[in-house]
């Protein structure tokens, strides 16, 4: 599978970049929307789990969308399945998603 490299204009791997910035590529931003809607409603503290989420959604496709297709947003459709998923399997008395 193909690495992702989160960057931020400075190019330093890792950083989260800004959804316009008109630096990220197509795949990067779907996966930067995903992250920061998730997070602005459970908070920043599971980034890393809601990325590798995506990752694995990404990972579970037939065949990977081309770099500048409009097709990634699938990929951002089945995580916030996969998510939901999670959500509603959680004891309902957990409210934090990165305690799993």
Known sequence: M????????GGRPGEVSSVNDGTTSLPQRELLR?????????GTEPRNL???????????????????????HLVTLAAFRRLGFTLIGM??????LWGM
């Open 2 to 9: 193909h690495e992702l490299p989160i960057m931020q204009s």
């Open 34 to 42: 995903f992250i920061d809607t998730v997070s602005g409603l459970i």
């Open 50 to 72: 809601l990325k590798e989420m995506w990752l694995d959604e990404l990972a579970c496709l037939d065949c990977m969308p081309e770099p500048c297709s409009s097709e990634w």
């Open 91 to 96: 004891d309902s008395g957990s409210t934090q």
